[in-house]
């Protein structure tokens, strides 16, 4: 079953092909049946080749398929290759599962569009085909092609409603804050080629271990760069400003790239290149204070948000910035936990937002929306399920397990870990209360806008497995204190390292903190946004408060820092140069030709007269030389 | 004998195409087209047959060799020369030649002979550049392709064609001088040394000359090189014949006489002035991304689509600068990919912009948008070719990038780090021509008919290519690397304490050939 491996990342590829090609003139029932089909179908590839990898493990617990030799020049020889071991086998059954949920809602939620059904699954196609490429790819060149396809499917499909200029902007904006990063991230692969002579993924990991000394410049560089890679694809800060905007795009994109699959690609690439980090711990340590500090500025700004996708998007940035938090404290099995787990959650949450706002005809804020749980109640249902698990309810919910998970990998870690552990309850704190805050809005307290939407069962069906998924999945790994029966964590440290240890009493003290903290936030938010929402509308409406608000709300400053510090200063050099400065002195050779050509030709009267004097004056100017100069 | 068939064969279609166009207006694009596509075919055998997989590595620095007594009393010889560098030039010439015809089946409706006629010479002319291993003899070719560019421009081009082709042709006349200056100093150089006059490329290599005297004929060269390329501060020639040339001078321009001077450069300016280039190196790559930085600028700045075209040009050429002086087998590799890759990206953006004012009759961004609504099909090409051209991975141009600035890295960090950030700025103007021209509301009611089958299979065609050098680029590259390996062993001998290709602190580092996991 493994050497069908490739299918996986090829099948999709094969339905962008199809639809790209001949989507026009296909109806809408074929291109549903394309479009859906080659992610099923590479699902179902996915699943055979996971159930094979975890039955029978390969030797070494990894297998490697090679189909070409990419290039070959100089010592320098990609090849289009995939690799498989525990890590990518849990990426690709996230990506593949989770993908067809968000292909099969799409089928029906994109149906009314009047065009760009083709191109829609065109785009979804192509990006699932470009993640999995990402997460297979066995040396870091192919890595960086499917990091670029997705950043491709990102624009193409924020973008996806073209005719409003706003949508192009948030897409251009995705692609143009990516690439910043993506640029470091390939410096960072010219560094590893040029000092390690491979890019090949497992070869350049052993060969750095070998070779370069933990912390030394070096590391720190290669680390560095990658990192730079990573904060832009994931969001995170400071490259965190595109993601917010990235919500013009349709509902089922922000469901599938924006938070359960692309933006982790960074979280991936720290875990693949475990090695590199653990080499540097400065880098590793900054990886962590980075995601501290995005999850709690990220939950800051989820907490003012009336945009209910926003209030998601903030959401996911935070929730990045925990596996973030995990991967820069060592606890590399937990973070892979947390992206499971909120591939799973959010992916549900942006879906069953999907519904609502359709359901109230677009309509995005959370103020007019109201009382939408008798309207609704599956949606209803699996909205709280997923929230509850966002919130991270103690003991029946997955989110409890993968972040508690963190803070314990946080409170052991050796660097600062304490104070990471408290962003990190922080933040639990904040995740609860904004959570909460928007279910409160959303489908309690009375009905403000009217609802109309009977959902089918292509909406519901994913809505259902995923709300199942978002309880169930938790159990995959029970810590010590309750169960103990880590699958999850021992599957993946066949290929990542193992996280360091508390005693258990410790563990438990935190479980029983994190617990209150969450039922905490949930009552408080309760408690504040359904009881007395007076008392928030009394404290905004304070000069402080609403300041403070304000710039939580805007994201603290940083798009207003970018658009006028960067991209207006780009924009005015350019425009200000836009005869091109280098053509003036040319412009200026032909006019001084031309003027020369004008005063020439004026000589050319025709009188005699003029020509004699004209003679006789050269002649005694010719004279005066020789006779003075000589 | 082959070799001068090349040649003549579309020198005398040229002809044939004039001579034809008093017949009828499509008499001359079917002889073109004829002319060009059995010219094809020959290509294509002679490279399976020579570079194929069955194909022994030839161990001479020529394939195919050709030489006559031209001018003996001067030294000057017909002496025309393949390698896999030239071969691949070729066919790339060739190839867009067919593009070209293609592409002004409809568009040219006046003096279609002429301008036929007109268009074969300048391929001709372009392969003669390409294959010309006598300097005189190159430069008589380099000469001879100006001409019909020349009248391409000022006959069959847009408002201003009078100015651009004049400008072009006196700044590319000028820097030719400054190169006729140079062979004439070389020869006369060489002459003194050792007592044969020659304009004999192989015998000028490693020409005994003091420092300053190489230095000076290097930057003669240089001039003539950087102006075709073009250079920063040398290229605004290029924004306006590439806006005012007919499409089919425009892909041209941008496919062909751009590489002349990369492939000038490569074949002539380093192999002939080694320690001149080496020392003027680090200027050479400081113009580079200066070029990379400032095209990509000025492109984002324009307001006229084919201007926005023509300065990204300026841009992607940078990097083949870069490359070439960072000399090592990564680089060059890298350079001849850009090459390749750039002449068809950017050529299928002028073919698309030339459909495009075709159809709307102007190239103001400001009248365009949301055209993306009546045109689906250009816009999906046209997102093809900008996102080609921004470098994404998987498509041609992205090979030749990354190879260029992998090998510029290990030459000079620096230059290295400063051209990636051509990556970021070129997303820049590459949407924003995007969002400019296809996307955005349709504010002044276009209604365009889409694609037809003509511009399609020349679109399908061209993206196909580019899909294929960014797929299997092993293909290219292979080609190019017997003679990458030859000029590089010609520069090394002269240049004895050139470092080697691997880096100075690389570990010992031995990799299996094969690596199957842990």
């Keep these: 079953m493994l050497h069908l491996l490739f299918l996986v990342p090829v099948l999709p590829f094969c339905g962008f092909v199809v639809l790209a090609l001949f989507g026009r003139w296909l109806d809408r029932r074929q291109v549903a049946a394309i479009g859906v089909g080659s992610i099923g179908l590479s699902a179902l590839f996915a699943l055979l080749v996971g159930f094979d990898f975890v ?26 290759a995939f690799y498989l071991d525990s890590l990518s086998v849990i990426m690709i059954l996230v990506v593949t599962v989770v993908g067809f949920l968000i292909h099969v809602y799409s089928a029906e939620y994109m149906e009314d569009e009047p065009d760009g059904y083709a191109r829609f699954f065109a785009c ?56 910043v990063g993506d640029t470091a991230l390939l410096v960072g692969l010219l560094l590893l080629f040029t000092k390690l002579g491979t890019l090949q993924i497992q070869p350049l990991m052993q060969l750095a271990s070998e070779h370069w000394v933990v912390g030394s410049s070096i590391t720190v560089a290669a680390a560095g760069l990658l990192l730079g890679g990573a904060l832009g694809k994931s969001a995170q800060l400071p490259l965190q400003t595109w993601l917010p905007d990235a919500m013009a795009g349709p509902t089922p994109v922000s469901a599938l790239i924006h938070a359960a699959t692309m933006v982790t690609a960074g979280v991936y690439l720290i875990a693949r290149m475990n090695v590199l980090f653990t080499l540097s711990p400065v880098i590793q340590t900054t990886v962590a204070a980075v995601g501290a500090g995005t999850l709690i500025l990220a939950g800051f700004s989820a907490l003012t948000q009336r945009d209910i996708k926003r209030v998601l998007a903030y959401s996911t940035i ?11 404290v060592g606890a590399w099995s937990a973070a892979m936990f947390h992206f ?10 942006f879906m069953g937002a999907g519904v609502v706002i359709v359901g109230l005809h677009h309509e995005q804020d959370m103020f007019k929306m109201g009382g939408l749980r008798k309207q609704t109640p599956l949606v209803f249902w699996t909205f709280v399920a997923g929230s509850l698990s966002l919130a991270a309810l103690p003991l029946v919910t997955a989110g409890f397990y993968s972040k508690d998970a963190i803070l314990a990998g946080a409170w052991a870690s050796d660097a600062g870990g304490r104070w990471l552990w408290a962003a990190g309850l922080c933040g639990a704190l904040l995740t609860s209360l904004y959570t909460f805050r928007m279910v409160f809005l959303t489908f309690f307290g009375e009905e403000r806008t009217p609802y109309h939407l009977k959902p089918g069962v292509r909406l519901l069906l994913p809505l259902v497995v995923l709300a199942f998924l978002s309880i169930v999945a938790g159990f995959l790994d029970l810590p010590r204190t ?30 029983i903190v994190a617990s209150l903290v969450s039922i905490g936030g949930i009552l408080a938010a309760y408690y504040v946004f359904l009881r007395e929402p007076g008392l928030v509308r009394r404290l905004v409406i304070t000069p402080l408060g609403a300041a403070v608000h304000r710039f939580w709300f805007v994201g603290w400053g940083f798009d207003w820092a970018y658009d006028n510090l960067i991209v207006g200063t780009y924009v005015w050099v350019a425009r200000a140069n836009r005869a091109d400065v280098f053509d003036l002195p040319i412009r200026a050779i032909a006019l001084i030709n031309q003027a020369g050509h004008i005063v020439l030709s004026r000589t050319e009267t025709g009188r005699l007269r003029w020509y004699a004097t004209s003679v006789a004056f050269g002649a005694i100017v010719a004279v005066g030389i020789v006779v003075f100069v000589t | 004998m082959i070799l001068t068939w090349l040649i003549v064969e579309v020198f005398a279609g040229g002809i044939l195409a004039w001579i034809s166009g008093r017949w009828g207006r499509l008499w001359p694009r079917v002889i073109s087209l004829l002319t060009l596509s059995v010219h094809m075919v020959i290509l294509i055998v002679l490279w399976v047959h020579y570079f194929g997989p069955m194909s022994a590595t030839p161990h001479s620095p020529f394939v195919i060799e050709t030489t006559h007594s031209w001018i003996p009393q001067l030294g000057i010889s017909y002496h025309l020369a393949m390698d896999g560098l030239s071969m691949l030039l070729i066919m790339l010439t060739n190839f867009l030649g067919i593009m070209a015809v293609a592409c002004s089946w409809n568009a040219i409706q006046e003096r279609v002979g002429f301008f036929h006629f007109n268009l074969l010479w300048i391929v001709a002319a372009i392969m003669g550049v390409f294959l010309a291993i006598d300097l005189f003899l190159f430069y008589f ?24 082709s004049i400008k072009f042709f006196i ?13 004439l100093g070389l020869f006369f150089v060489h002459g003194n040394a050792t007592g044969v006059y020659t304009f004999n490329y192989n015998e000028l290599l490693g020409t005994p000359m003091s420092e300053s005297t190489a230095r000076w004929l290097m930057l003669g060269f240089f001039a003539a090189f950087a102006v075709k390329l073009p250079v920063v501060p040398l290229h605004t020639w290029l924004p306006d014949a590439h806006t005012q040339a007919p499409t089919a001078g425009s892909v041209a321009l941008a496919g062909l006489v751009l590489k002349v001077g990369a492939y000038g450069m490569i074949r002539f300016l380093v192999p002939l002035f080694p320690e001149a280039a080496l020392d003027f190196s680090n200027v050479a790559m400081g113009l580079a991304v200066a070029g990379i930085l400032y095209g990509a600028v000025l492109a984002f700045a324009q307001t006229d689509i084919k201007r926005l075209v023509a300065y990204t040009s300026i841009s992607h050429m940078g990097f083949v600068l870069l490359g070439i002086f960072a ?20 050529g299928a953006l002028f073919i698309l912009v030339g459909d495009l004012n075709d159809r709307i009759h102007t190239r103001d961004m400001g009248r365009m948008g949301g055209l993306w609504q009546t045109a689906p099909r250009m816009g999906g090409v046209a997102l093809f070719f900008a996102v080609a051209s921004l470098g994404l991975p998987g498509l041609g141009n992205f090979v030749g990038e990354f190879l260029v600035v992998l090998g510029t890295y290990q030459a000079n960090t620096t230059m290295a780090v400063l051209a990636t950030l051509g990556l970021i700025v070129s997303v820049v103007y590459s949407l924003w021509m995007i969002q400019v021209a296809f996307l955005g509301p349709n504010h002044l009611g276009w209604k365009l008919p889409d694609m037809k089958l003509r511009e399609g299979a020349i679109m399908a065609t061209m993206i196909a290519v580019i899909v294929w050098f960014g797929l299997f680029p092993q293909s290219i590259l292979a080609t190019a690397r017997q003679s990458i390996t030859n000029l590089q062993q010609i520069v090394a001998t002269t240049r004895p304490e050139e470092k080697t290709q691997a880096p100075v602190d690389a570990p010992n580092v031995v990799l299996p050939d094969e690596w199957e996991g842990p």
């Design chain 1, 55 to 80: 039955i029978a493990p390969p030797e070494g617990d990894a297998f490697s398929q090679s189909l070409w030799t990419w290039i070959n020049v100089g010592g320098f020889t990609p090849h289009i």
């Design chain 2, 327 to 346: 000399w090592n087998e990564l680089a060059l590799e890298g350079a001849v990919m850009i090459m390749l890759a750039h002449a068809i990206t950017t």
């Design chain 2, 171 to 183: 700044f590319t006349q000028a820097g030719g001088l400054l190169m006729l200056v140079a062979i």
């Design chain 1, 340 to 349: 499971m787990t909120h591939a799973f959650f959010k992916a549900l949450l």
């Design chain 2, 141 to 164: 070719f380099w000469e001879l392709m100006l001409v019909p560019l020349y009248f391409l421009i000022g006959f069959w081009g847009y408002e201003n064609r009078t100015y651009a």
């Design chain 1, 318 to 328: 935070s929730q990045i910035g925990y596996m973030f938090l995990a991967v820069g």
């Design chain 1, 482 to 511: 309750l169960g103990n029966q880590p699958w999850f964590s021992d599957f993946m440290h066949t290929s990542l390292p193992e996280t360091k240890e508390i005693a258990g009493s410790t563990e438990r003290n935190l479980q």
């Design chain 1, 124 to 179: 979804m196609n192509l990006f699932v085909g470009s993640m999995l490429t990402l997460v297979l790819a066995d040396n870091l060149l192919l890595l960086y092609l499917g990091w670029e396809g997705v950043g491709l499917c990102s624009y193409l499909l924020i973008g996806f409603w073209y005719t409003d200029p706003a949508n192009g902007r948030a897409a251009r904006k995705a692609f143009t804050v990516t690439r």
